[in-house]
């Protein structure tokens, strides 16, 4: 009997270190990120982003500096500002179309919100497949303009289907996980985006390239050499401000050549005439990814879940998820 109990008393831990555990726990931090924002049942709510907007606007700012700014008679170190001017119909929808879809959402519902704006995007983006790469601004300052009032139509109601699909203690850190998530899918929108130009370039434009410069009487050596270079180095060139031709030849390069030659080689037109068929090539690839993103988006915004749990009890207190700490505030009555 005297061993029965010793042999409890060896298995059960004495209450001071039972007392050390418990406030060994208490003093562990919170996770950042709540556990059950990632079971099963709320991952069932998707995080739906509009990341693909970082993509888009760097692709149409190369479209007008490497191309339609030039042959318009832009210089190209002008182009960076010119490019940012006639970007700004994509704005000004976005400003125009985001408070009032999140006025309107209250009323009626995000959903279909939430879905038209993504699928106006796709059509925004169906349009600007459709144009060529020496357009008239008119249609493309219509079709941004239509793109950004996607954006904004998409963006309020977007944030409030996530919110209301996670528990209402836990909204904080579902906030901060939709934000860290939408500017991660910009920034890897950009690359993802880049990419797909770049293996469309990569198809059309060595060739392209290499027959434009021996044309001009470029040394065909060099030539080859210059448009076996990746796309890259020449898409960066435009893009920051410099006239790729000029940069890629160099002043040796330039002075072998007869002086008429080597000024339609460095002018205005020669480089965005050269790559606006392969640019378009590229074009093509990205916008039409753009297209099946916003509608694989839309499709997942029409999609419902599950409603969360921490709705408003009679008393005004809140009913935390499953596993969670009782929430004792209360909720604030509606005046």
Not at 100 to 116: E, I, N, P, T, V
Not at 207 to 215: I, K, M, R, Y
Not at 264 to 270: D, I, Q, Y
């Amino acid at each position: 009997m005297g061993a029965g109990r010793a042999d409890r008393r060896h298995r059960r831990p004495p209450a001071v270190l039972r007392r050390r555990a418990a406030h060994r726990r208490a003093d562990v931090p919170a996770a950042a990120v709540p556990r059950r924002l990632l079971h099963r049942g709320q991952r069932r709510h998707p995080v739906r982003l509009g990341g693909a907007r970082g993509g888009l606007q760097f692709m149409l700012i190369i479209w007008l500096q490497g191309i339609w700014l030039p042959l318009h008679g832009y210089q190209y170190e002008d182009t960076p500002l010119w490019a940012g001017i006639y970007m700004i119909p994509l704005t000004v929808g976005f400003l125009i179309a985001g408070p009032l879809a999140g006025h309107l959402s209250d009323k009626y519902g995000a959903r279909l919100f939430a879905a038209g704006g993504l699928a106006l995007m796709a059509v925004s983006f169906g349009g600007l497949l459709l144009l060529p790469t020496d357009f008239g601004y008119v249609w493309f300052a219509l079709l941004i303009l239509l793109n950004g009032l996607g954006g904004g139509l998409f963006a309020a109601p977007n944030t409030s289907l996530i919110m209301s699909a996670v528990p209402a203690d836990a909204r904080g850190a579902a906030s901060g996980m939709r934000a860290t998530f939408q500017n991660a899918g910009m920034v890897l929108s950009i690359g993802i985006f880049f990419s797909l130009m770049v293996a469309g370039l990569a198809g059309s434009l060595p060739h392209g390239l290499e027959s434009g410069l021996t044309a001009q009487g470029v040394p065909t050596g060099t030539a080859q050499g210059i448009a076996a270079l990746p796309p890259v180095g020449t898409l960066f060139a435009a893009f920051l401000g410099y006239n790729p031709v000029r940069e890629l030849l160099g002043p040796n390069v330039l002075g072998q050549l007869p002086p008429g030659n080597a000024q339609t080689l460095t002018g205005r037109e020669f480089f965005p005439q050269l790559i606006s068929g392969p640019f378009h090539d590229g074009l093509v690839v990205v916008f039409w990814f753009a297209i099946v993103l916003s509608l694989l988006g839309a499709a997942a915004s029409l999609v419902r879940g599950r409603p969360a749990t921490g709705a408003p009890r009679a008393d005004g207190t809140v009913k935390s998820a499953p596993g969670a700490p009782e929430q004792a505030s209360r909720v604030r009555p509606r005046s």
